[in-house]
């Protein structure tokens, strides 16, 4: 979102004719910044909810209740346009074997939507910027566009994670339950007086 205020704020300038070398410089500057903060983040987030979706079906195969490959299930992050289905339909093959809620029915769909959404704006976004190049006329156009898909990538990524956090949280609760489940018929019976 920051990155989104900033771009106002230049385009701001340029429509006043107040951005200057200085002005252009900070923007691009400050940019590079907050790209190279939100590359960390998604990688650091990345890895931890990749490893959290290998270790999730790692344990409810030990358990008996989901088959799918944990290190397929990763991969299949990584292959273009197979990544478009595939990681939905693993999240949500675990989350029925679990028995996920049927009142939460709409939360997968609507995490996929966005995620998928969220990429397609950005993609839009870079493009409108990138663009200016080859069609000057059209800057403040293209430019207002290509904002305006940041700030809808923005906020479609902020309601898939919110989202990712709330499956994960069903999923991780339902592990936890099958678990316990699991030790109290592992026990053995305790002799009667």
């Not at 979102?1 to 070398?21: K, R, T, Y």
């Not at 080859?134 to 940041?150: C, D, R, T, W």
Request: aromatic fraction near 12%; glycine fraction near 8%; proline fraction near 4%.
């Amino acid at each position: 979102m920051l990155s989104g205020v900033l771009q106002v704020w230049f385009i701001a300038s340029m429509e006043n004719s107040v951005a200057g070398d200085w002005e252009t410089e900070s923007y691009n500057s400050a940019t590079a910044t907050l790209d190279l903060l939100g590359l960390v983040a998604f990688f650091i987030t990345g890895v931890a909810y990749l490893r959290w979706l290998h270790l999730s079906i790692r344990t409810t195969r030990v358990l008996g209740v989901y088959r799918e490959s944990p290190s397929w299930a990763v991969l299949s992050w990584f292959i273009p346009l197979f990544n478009l289905v595939k990681p939905y339909r693993v999240v949500r093959g675990l989350w029925w074997g679990l028995g996920g809620s049927l009142m939460r029915k709409l939360l997968l769909p609507g995490w996929w939507a966005a995620w998928i959404g969220g990429k397609v704006a950005a993609k839009l976004s870079n493009a409108g910027f990138s663009a200016h190049e080859h069609y000057g006329e059209l800057l403040p156009i293209l430019l207002s566009m290509a904002v305006g898909f940041k700030f809808v990538a923005e906020g479609v990524t902020a309601i898939c994670a919110l989202l990712c956090v709330r499956i994960v949280r069903d999923i991780d609760s339902a592990i936890e339950a099958r678990r316990e489940a699991a030790a109290l018929l592992a026990r053995p019976a305790s002799p009667g007086p």
